[in-house]
């Protein structure tokens, strides 16, 4: 039986976004990268974790930092994760200040 190539899967993640230049995410990256994959009807935070590439331990760490810095809300009847107005805000400042370093980056060279 033949091998075939491995099929390019598409990720919800910004992780490979620098290839090819690989890098590790920092915290600011990860708690952007979360509250870009909460929808706005919420999200279960398994659902969460997995939409962004992370194991289970350290996205709780993350989410722990999020609720309690009003990044993001938490229901209990429903069990979903919410983005809050100033999470929502912290991820477009973040996806800007990322865009202006890029751009100052090549500029430099």
């Given amino acids: 039986m033949p091998i075939s190539a491995p099929t390019e899967r598409k990720t919800m993640s910004s992780y490979d976004e620098d290839l090819p ?3 590790k995410r920092g915290a600011f990256d990860i708690m952007s990268e979360i509250i870009a ?3 706005p ?3 279960r935070k398994t ?3 997995y939409r962004s590439l992370l194991d289970y331990r350290v996205f709780e760490r993350y989410l722990e930092i999020m609720l309690k810095d009003g990044l993001v809300t938490y229901d209990d009847k429903t069990g979903k994760i919410y983005a809050t107005e100033q999470g929502r805000r912290f991820h477009e400042q973040w996806k800007a200040l990322k865009e202006i370093v890029k751009k100052t980056k090549i500029q430099a060279k």
């Fill in 21 to 23: 230049e690989r890098r």
């Fill in 37 to 39: 994959n909460i929808p």
């Fill in 41 to 43: 009807d919420g999200i």
């Fill in 47 to 49: 659902q969460l974790a």
